[in-house]
Structures are given as structure tokens and as C-alpha cells.
């Protein structure tokens, strides 16, 4: 289907947006500590916006985010070897291609 100007005519197709984004919507709130890995080439990201608890300090309220890119062959490679070491199987993996 194509958009177009007519608000009215998209919206069947607005409706199976907005389905198809709530069924497959993982929201989870991180924290301090937590990492996040994925594969930025087959996820649509964001965050919703979030207000501090009263009484916390301005350092305290501000997100933290540091990104970072690394190439898929040599992550996975070095998750492998440290799955290995460990001695856990590594077929856990799921095909990221």
C-alpha cells in the first residue's frame, strides 16, 4: 500500500502499524549497570521520556547512554570463545546474518 495526502484512506494501514508495533514492542527499563547489545541493522530503537523521583539530585535524574559499533563477525567470535571457555555451548546463538 502507498500513502498518500488523504488521511482517511491510510488509515486501515495506520491500524496495522500501530498492531503490528505493539506486538512486537520490547519495553524494559535498564538499570544502572545494565547493557544492552543488539544488532542496530535489524531493530528499530528508541525510549519513551521519564521523569526522576522527587527529591532526586540533577546528577542522579540525567540518562546515561553510551553507544558504541562493533563489526558482527568479530563480536560474535569473541562471544563464541568466551562461551567456550566457560564451557557453554555456543548453539544458543540465534542467526543475526
Request: net charge negative; aromatic share 8%; glycine share 8%.
Amino acid at each position: 500500500r502507498l500513502l498518500n495526502g488523504d488521511a482517511n484512506s491510510n488509515e486501515p494501514m495506520n491500524d496495522e502499524l500501530s498492531q503490528y508495533a505493539h506486538e512486537f514492542t520490547w519495553d524494559h527499563k535498564l538499570s544502572p549497570g545494565d547493557m544492552l547489545v543488539f544488532n542496530n541493522r535489524r531493530m528499530l530503537h528508541g525510549r519513551r521520556g521519564f521523569s526522576a523521583a522527587e527529591g532526586t539530585s540533577f546528577e542522579d535524574s540525567q540518562r546515561h547512554l553510551v553507544g558504541c559499533y562493533t563489526n558482527i563477525d568479530d563480536t560474535l567470535n569473541s562471544y563464541r570463545v568466551l562461551l567456550r571457555e566457560r564451557g557453554t555451548a555456543a548453539s544458543s546463538i540465534l542467526n543475526v546474518g
